[in-house]
């Protein structure tokens, strides 16, 4: 279904009730069908579906909720549905063919169709506007159940009764793929994929990626004989992510691991190429062709519509990137270090001859202990001495026992002599 995904961006689905019909016209559809063929829609395929309960709930429901009775009384007839092909008003007027074109045909081509429905996006998909008629809204992709109408729109004013819906087209783009496989599966096998060639009788073999070389040098030799090769981040394919095809793109990778491991899976009907690859030592080889072909699928569960490759990210060192701003450098961290181991030896020193306290001044300014003005306490300070003034005490320095230093201090002057001696 992904793959008709990418095809019918510019087609979309319409279903009308039987019951709307009245001598096989319908007075909704004639309103309707006039607005949207300005708006640049064609009916490009239209069919006669006779719905059941079950498909009924699948596609008007997605499955949500039951059919009323009245609605199942009232699907005796076939339900009308039609294919709409959404084309801008100034495109070219020829017409797109339903049927897969002649090689080599330019206008009206199948690549013309893929270029009109890649060139729209989900808000510009072809069942938008339809919805908006319909419906009178749109709705979010992630929808699910039964869509809701306003009075005003096409579905409020033709709709019979509340469990009698009138009409109905798909709102996201998986129900309108689902609908268009349903409803039109001649239109939706155009766009199914080959089916896979057959598989051989295959064996795994894993190896680390340290052998990376030989084992490329080994498929180079034997190339007719291996089937697929491909980079894993690990041994268990429940966990691991494919990281790299080809050596050339495992090299290129800034993201490794010890855990990363090649996984090689080779055709079985001949035993050279797969005693040659033995020669490498692999760390695993399936015991059997039963097993190799298990471990095959395991591995490679996508190889049929597109390979995927793990992203090379660096994701395991953003934190740390975004960490580093609170880190600190070893000569900040020394700093600190010698700061804290001052003011432990600080906290319990003090001079009694200048009565400073090394540990208030850290207290304070949250840096080297310096000197300091003297603090109060009970008793009087002593006097340095009548004749000293401010700033000779400011210019003492601290007492040689009550500097502690990693490193020893420097040389002083020899303090003065007080005057006089505390008492």
């Known amino acids: 279904m992904r793959n008709l995904m990418k095809h019918i961006g510019n087609y979309t689905v319409i279903m009308i009730m039987p019951y709307l019909y009245e001598d096989g016209v319908c007075e909704a559809w004639l309103e309707l069908s006039e607005i949207i063929t300005e708006m640049g829609y064609s ?27 009245e609605f199942i009384e009232k699907l005796e007839a076939p339900a009308v549905v039609k294919l709409m092909l959404y084309r801008k008003p100034d495109a070219s007027e020829t017409e797109f063919e339903t049927e897969p074109p002649a090689e080599g045909e330019e206008e009206g081509s199948e690549s013309d169709e893929e270029e009109v429905g890649e060139a729209k996006t989900e808000e510009t998909d072809a069942l938008v506007e339809i919805v908006k008629l319909i419906y009178g809204h749109t709705a979010d992709v992630r929808q699910e159940g039964e869509m809701e ?6 579905e409020g004013r033709f709709r019979p ?19 268009i496989m349903k409803l039109f599966p001649r239109f939706a096998a155009k766009f199914a994929l080959p089916p896979p060639p057959e598989l051989p009788p295959v064996m795994t073999m894993i190896f680390n990626a340290t052998k990376s070389a030989e084992v490329s040098e080994m498929v180079a030799e034997n190339e007719e004989n291996v089937i697929c090769l491909a980079y894993f981040s690990g041994p268990d394919p429940s966990t691991a992510k494919k990281i790299a095809l080809t050596k050339e793109q495992y090299d290129q990778r800034k993201k490794k691991s010890d855990d990363d491991k090649i996984v090689l899976i080779v055709n079985r009907k001949k035993s050279e190429p797969l005693l040659s690859f033995c020669q490498l030592s692999p760390i695993y080889i399936s ?32 934190p740390e990137i975004l960490t580093l701003p609170d880190e600190i450098s070893t000569v900040e961290a020394d700093s600190v270090s010698y700061t804290y181991e001052r003011a432990e030896k600080f906290e319990e020193k003090y001079d009694e001859i200048s ?47 009550s500097i502690p230093s990693a490193e020893p201090p420097p040389p002083s002057e020899e303090p003065p002599t007080p005057s006089e001696q505390p008492e």
């Open 161 to 179: 009764s509340p469990d009698l819906p009138g009409m109905w087209t798909p709102y996201t783009p998986n129900a309108k793929a689902n609908a």
């Open 355 to 401: 009565e400073i306290s090394a540990l208030g001044r850290i207290e304070e300014t949250g840096g080297v202990p310096g000197p300091q003005e003297p603090q109060s306490s009970g008793e009087p300070a002593a006097a340095v001495g009548e004749q000293a003034t401010t700033e000779e005490s400011e210019q003492m320095p601290t007492p040689e026992e």
């Open 149 to 154: 109408a306003d009075p005003e729109s096409f």
């Open 43 to 69: 009916v490009e395929d239209e069919e006669k579906i006779q719905l059941d309960a079950d498909l009924a709930a699948e596609l008007i429901y997605s499955g949500m909720g039951e059919v009323s009775e």
């Open 287 to 318: 015991a059997n062709i039963e097993d190799g072909k298990k471990d095959y699928e395991a591995f490679f569960a996508e190889e049929e519509e597109e390979q995927f490759i793990e992203p090379d990210e660096l994701e395991e060192e953003v």
